[in-house]
């Protein structure tokens, strides 16, 4: 084993819903890649022992990952358990006792983060975070002073280095794709500047609602819950200059840059909606206004896209469910008169599969002189893909940081969306399965906006 790996996974929150959906199954998988041999100690207090965990366990994976009988019988030979409150001494009493002769242990907060504090400050009074790592799950705060108090309670415990903010999106491996994409092929090079470019959307779209997750999602809305973080991780990784190296540190260098040059959103840039019907869903406020639909212009003021418009969409209740991204090329001079050329575009979509495409103007079969538009492009499936939590996870272990948020990433984040968070702009109200409220044409790309459709 790499001796900066770690040498033993504890996740606090074993017995929630995270843990059910998605770690379990994570780690099921780890073991089957042959990439899981240490000690996973889950830490709860709804358990009473560890066979009531295993059952868990094995009732997770029948559900939601597979269930493999010789990988769980293996994931069930590794797996400890501490019964405990997050807040009491004893129970980190009896971790240390669990970890034995673990050194450099990964600890996982499957948690609310209200109960980071707790969990952090008895980690660093146990002695138990010495050498070790700490994974936290965003909402990495809900604005620029809660994520630099979170931090503050972070480095009482841990080095920065040591710190890794989890967004399970930058573990899909078609967000790493893009970057590879553009860095690979000189093609791309060519038109993928403010010379070429006229404007970027990005586009997620869900075709569900909150599913049963009104009082968290009224909480938090779209702007918190994927615009914050996911997209624009994929917006930094459209917009950043290439590396100089590939470990993990000059990657998120770049990203940090592009952040760096994104004014403060201003209120007559974004359009924020809600679906009709979602102040009936169970946990939300009846007068609720928070957004399940925002739509935001962006400027990137590098010298590579000083000038270009940066639309980003998300949304519940939408016609599809699906991630785009498109680059509208600027329209080139007219050589034949009377034609109305349509603009070349590139498009990336990133979910539910991948595809790369390209629209350009090719002369209509039979005609002397016309035009039709034509997609040229490739489209790969994501069959036998590691699931995005378990890569993520598996790269905390390694001591791999690239998809990891960093400190000065988040707090950039942050400065972007506060002014809007913060302001009182209205909430407009749009039929679900439509593309939001009438409105978000005052937030609109030039020529539109691309809507995505299902394949």
Known sequence: ???????????????GDLAYKKIFPSLQAMVKRGRLTMPVIGVARS??????????????????GGFDAAAFDKLSGLLRYVKGDNSDPATYQALRKELGS???????????????EAVVEQLGKSGCAQGARVIIEKPFGRDLASAQDLNRILLGAFEEQAIYRIDHYLGKRPVERMVFFRFTNPFAEAFWDRNHVESVQITMAEDFGVQGRGAFYDETGTI?????????????????????RTDSESIRDEKVKVLKAIPPLGE??????????????????????????AALR?????????????????????????????LRLRRPPTVFPGLQLKQNYFRFRVSPEVMVAIGANVMAPGATIG??????????????????????????????????????????????????????????????????PGEVVRVTPPGGWHHPVNL
């Open 1 to 15: 084993m790499n001796p900066q790996h770690s040498d033993a996974f504890v996740f606090f929150g074993a017995t």
């Open 47 to 64: 358990a009473k022992n560890l066979e009531e965990l295993r059952a868990r366990a094995r009732s997770s994976l029948e559900k939601h």
């Open 102 to 116: 673990a050194r450099r242990p990964a600890f996982y907060l499957a948690i609310p983060p209200t109960s980071f």
């Open 224 to 244: 918190r819950d994927v615009i914050q973080n996911h997209l624009f991780q994929v917006l930094c990784n459209l917009a950043m200059e290439p590396p100089v």
């Open 268 to 293: 007559k840039s974004v359009v924020r909606g809600q679906f009709l019907g979602y102040r009936n869903e169970k946990g939300v406020a009846p007068e609720s206004t928070v957004e399940t639909f």
């Open 298 to 326: 962006l400027e990137v003021n590098s010298w590579r896209w000083e000038g270009v418009p940066f639309y980003i969409r998300a949304g519940k209740c939408l016609p599809v469910t699906s991630t785009e991204i498109v």
């Open 371 to 436: 035009e039709s538009h034509e997609m040229l492009g490739v489209r790969q499936s994501g069959a036998d893909e590691m699931d995005a939590y378990e890569r993520v996870l598996g790269d905390a272990m390694a001591g791999d940081a690239t998809l990891y948020a960093r400190q000065d990433y988040v707090e950039e984040a942050w400065r972007i969306v506060d002014p809007v968070l913060k302001a009182d702009t209205p909430i407009y109200p749009y039929v679900p399965q439509t593309w939001g």
